[in-house]
């Protein structure tokens, strides 16, 4: 069975005070990872897809990286704005269906 | 860009009352997926459609049914709606094993 457990689940910053997020992940066969912003009472958005170890992508002040066993969501600067509750979730290559992780509460304070 | 959209933000329904929960995307996207979210537990799948007329169950279908009778639209139907459905349920869809675009969620309470 897929198993996706994130770290922490709650993260408190200062503005500017960079860190990362943990996606440790147990799947057969790995097809994609995929990272989620998710504001309160809102549908989770979606940031990135990562497919294969060593892969990285970026996108503003995030920077998302892939090894075999997990993924970071690395948070350079933060604003204020950046936070949010951050879903990490992986599909196997046998099908369609995700498997999501339970979230890490990021909050920056200005 | 992807648009998912969900016919209620909002809703109180009464125990025992039939819900019809809506969603619709606009990308031509086949598969279409129904999840719940509460707290602690996550996100959790409910039922999913690889096409029109098709179906398949999640890991908690119970007390749900769905219908897919367009492509474009995905229904959730709760039978007979009890208080251990309150939840956010997320309509989310893709196309093929792509990426899952979501909408912004319906806030059902059943009293």
């Known amino acids: 069975e897929d198993q996706v457990t994130q770290s922490p689940e709650a993260l408190r910053l200062q503005e500017g005070e960079s860190s990362s997020l943990n996606c440790s992940y147990t799947?057969?066969?790995?097809?994609?990872l995929f990272w989620y912003r998710q504001d309160p009472g809102k549908g989770p958005e979606f940031l990135f897809t990562?497919?294969?170890a060593g892969e990285e992508k970026e996108k503003e002040r995030l920077k998302a990286t892939l090894t075999k066993k997990e993924s970071f969501l690395h948070i350079t600067a933060p604003k204020p704005e950046d936070s949010a509750t951050y879903l990490c979730?992986?599909?196997?290559?046998?099908?369609?269906?995700?498997?999501f992780g339970e979230g890490t509460q990021l909050t920056v304070n200005p | 860009d992807v648009k998912v959209t969900q016919s209620s933000r909002y809703l109180v329904k009464r125990t025992g009352e039939k819900v019809f929960l809506e969603c619709v995307q606009d990308?031509?996207?086949?598969?279409m997926f129904w999840y719940r979210q509460d707290p602690g537990l996550g996100l959790r799948l409910i039922y999913f459609?690889?096409?029109?007329?098709?179906?398949e169950k999640g890991d908690i279908p119970e007390g749900y049914s769905v219908s897919r009778e367009k492509k474009e639209r995905f229904s959730l139907i709760l039978e007979s709606a009890s208080t251990n459905q309150t939840s956010m349920y997320l309509c989310?869809?893709?196309?093929?094993?792509?990426?899952?675009?979501f909408g912004p969620g319906t806030r059902l309470t059943v009293l």
């Open positions: 799947v057969s066969g790995l097809r994609g």
């Open positions: 990308m031509d996207h086949e598969n």
């Open positions: 459609s690889y096409d029109v007329k098709m179906k």
């Open positions: 990562l497919y294969s």
């Open positions: 989310a869809s893709t196309w093929g094993g792509d990426t899952q675009y």
């Open positions: 979730a992986v599909e196997e290559t046998s099908g369609s269906r995700l498997t």
